[in-house]
């Protein structure tokens, strides 16, 4: 088990085979169960969730962990940061923000509801429709914000792209305004999400 545990990748697979076998240990121990919409619904709002996970993780990451220490950091060790830590982060980062809502929108389609809450249950007289819209609206601000404006300005302040001091400077401020934006933002989409399953 320790070999297992000192590799990410194994550990990962090791997690997803456990997965596996109790979910064939749930199907065939109460009599199987049919693959269709529910099903579905069930496996997409499960990937939904798992990179919804590290998406809201890594933003709480940077916004709790990573911002207010850098300024602690000595001169000499922050390298290690730009240059390994933090491009590796924001990588996973991004994608989880990017599947997180392709499961949402398909998630949403699957189980009918998608024209619903992106119109924020006008047509449907509110309730669950609201809440699930307002969660959906929030989330793509927060995505746009990840990859429009975010990872575009961490890649100046990080050094992947050329950018003079002045630039960099500005982008760092930028990037960091905007993921504290998201972070402002997390709770009330969280909010809404869950109220959306829970309160209606």
Request: charged share 10%; aromatic share 14%; glycine share 8%.
């Amino acid at each position: 088990m320790i070999e297992i545990l000192k590799s990410l990748s194994k550990t990962i697979h090791f997690s997803l085979a456990l997965a596996l076998i109790l979910f064939l240990g749930l199907y065939f121990l109460n009599g199987g169960f049919d693959i269709d919409t529910l099903f579905w619904s069930w496996l997409f709002r499960y990937i939904h969730v798992i990179v919804g996970i590290m998406w809201i993780g890594l933003l709480w990451y940077f916004n709790f962990v990573q911002i207010p220490n850098m300024a602690k950091i000595p001169d000499e060790q922050k390298p290690a940061i730009g240059k390994v830590i933090a491009p590796a982060a924001l990588f996973w980062f991004r994608w989880s923000a990017l599947f997180t809502i392709l499961s949402g929108l398909i998630l949403a389609y699957i189980n009918g509801y998608a024209h619903d809450a992106m119109t924020l249950g006008i047509t449907s007289g509110g309730g669950k429709s609201t809440a699930i819209g307002i969660g959906m609206w929030l989330g793509l601000v927060m995505a746009f914000n990840v990859w429009f404006v975010i990872w575009p300005n961490q890649k100046k302040a990080l050094g992947i792209v050329e950018a003079d001091s002045d630039t960099k400077a500005k982008s760092a401020k930028t990037a960091m305004l905007f993921s504290r934006t998201n972070t402002l933002l997390s709770l009330p989409m969280l909010l809404s999400m869950v109220a959306a399953q829970n309160l209606y």
